[in-house]
């Protein structure tokens, strides 16, 4: 069983930027897909961004396009998530998923999750 910590969360003004990384505990590359969902306190869980096993194919919700970057680094068993130009109506807990073959954007697709990582952005 996959285990997922992430990290890297924290307060940050608007437009400033953070950097989520997510470790996990054996080797993803060959088996997992992976990705980011966040969840804002009354509100659902949103995808965020997700990225394929060998890390060449990546899709983002309309919401983060251009603003944030998904990636992985299969030998370090960790993926990222760079967050630039951040918005007040970013602020959630982060979490990193992953599940075996395909990439979802539908959350309940996804096996394994981190405990999350909370994001606060001030206006």
């Known amino acids: 069983q996959v285990q997922l910590v992430e990290s890297g969360g924290g307060l940050v003004q608007a437009g400033g930027s953070l950097r989520l990384s997510c470790a996990a505990s054996?080797?993803?590359?060959?088996?997992?897909?992976m990705a980011w969902f966040r969840q804002a306190p009354g509100k659902e869980r949103e995808f965020v961004a997700a990225?394929?096993?060998?890390?060449?194919?990546?899709a983002y919700a309309d919401s983060v396009k251009g603003r944030f970057t998904i990636s992985r680094d299969n030998a370090k068993n960790t993926m990222y998530l760079q967050m630039n130009s951040l918005k007040p109506e970013d602020t959630a807990v982060y979490y990193c998923a992953a599940r075996r073959s395909q990439t979802s954007t539908w959350w309940r697709n996804y096996d394994y999750w981190g405990q999350g990582t909370q994001v606060t952005v001030s206006s």
């Open positions: 990225i394929s096993l060998s890390g060449s194919s990546t």
């Open positions: 054996e080797r993803t590359s060959s088996s997992y897909a």
